[in-house]
């Protein structure tokens, strides 16, 4: 069976899956997953170098805020 953002297993009832993608220097980019809907990617176009947060509602699971926080030129 195929479980939300690609997990080896499936989340408790009333929680939500996720999965975080740290990626590899300029080959692999990082990406964000939340039940089952990419919320940063590559492909997206809404990732850079540093430190990519989304920002979710613990209560309804919307995208609320994206950002990208270069942390090496400050």
């Not at 939300?4 to 590899?24: D, L, P, T, V, W």
């Not at 919320?39 to 990519?52: C, E, F, I, P």
Request: hydrophobic share 35%; proline share 3%.
């Amino acid at each position: 069976p195929r479980h939300k953002c690609g997990n080896k297993r499936s989340c408790a009832q009333n929680h939500f899956a996720f999965k975080i993608i740290s990626g590899a220097a300029n080959v692999v980019g990082p990406s964000i997953c939340f039940d089952d809907v990419t919320l940063m990617s590559s492909v997206k176009n809404n990732v850079g170098r540093g430190l990519n947060i989304a920002l979710v509602n613990g209560t309804s699971g919307h995208l609320l805020k994206e950002n990208t926080f270069d942390m090496y030129s400050g």
